[in-house]
């Protein structure tokens, strides 16, 4: 039984850093894909960062708006898929979810078309 389950969100002011984590159970994470997304209060949800299965090119996605701040990151050993988020902005306030289609790679535009397995989602706070 496929489950992901996110933690790591919370309050935090702006230029500050958080690191959420995807716990994945039912398979393993070196052999698909894990995409992070977000959902603002009124706002449509997007995709934030991809990492592709572990075929040694460490294929990754990053939607342009966190490109630079964000680092996505697979730990075989825990079957996690992390989040470092720095230089956070009041714009990143969202939930964040992490899913998977038990897809291999990832879509090059974030798309959440065959993401048929979902987290419960961790809120991130940007406040001063």
């Known amino acids: 039984q496929v489950q992901l389950v996110e933690s790591g969100g919370g309050l935090v002011q702006p230029g500050g850093s958080l690191t959420l984590s995807c716990v994945a159970s039912?398979?393993?994470?070196?052999?698909?894909?894990i995409a992070w997304f977000r959902q603002a209060p009124g706002k449509e949800r997007e995709g934030v960062s991809c990492?592709?299965?572990?075929?040694?090119?460490?294929?990754?996605y990053y939607t342009e708006a966190v490109k630079g701040r964000f680092t996505i990151a697979r730990h075989s050993a825990e079957n996690t898929v992390t989040l470092q988020m720095n230089s956070l902005k009041p714009a990143d306030t969202a939930v964040y979810y992490c899913?998977?289609?038990?897809?291999?790679?990832?879509?090059?535009?974030?798309?959440?078309?065959?993401?048929?397995?979902w987290g419960k989602g961790t809120l991130v706070t940007v406040s001063p």
């Open positions: 899913a998977t289609g038990l897809m291999r790679y990832c879509s090059a535009s974030g798309s959440s078309r065959g993401m048929d397995y």
């Open positions: 039912g398979f393993p994470v070196d052999k698909y894909g």
């Open positions: 990492i592709s299965m572990d075929d040694g090119t460490e294929d990754t």
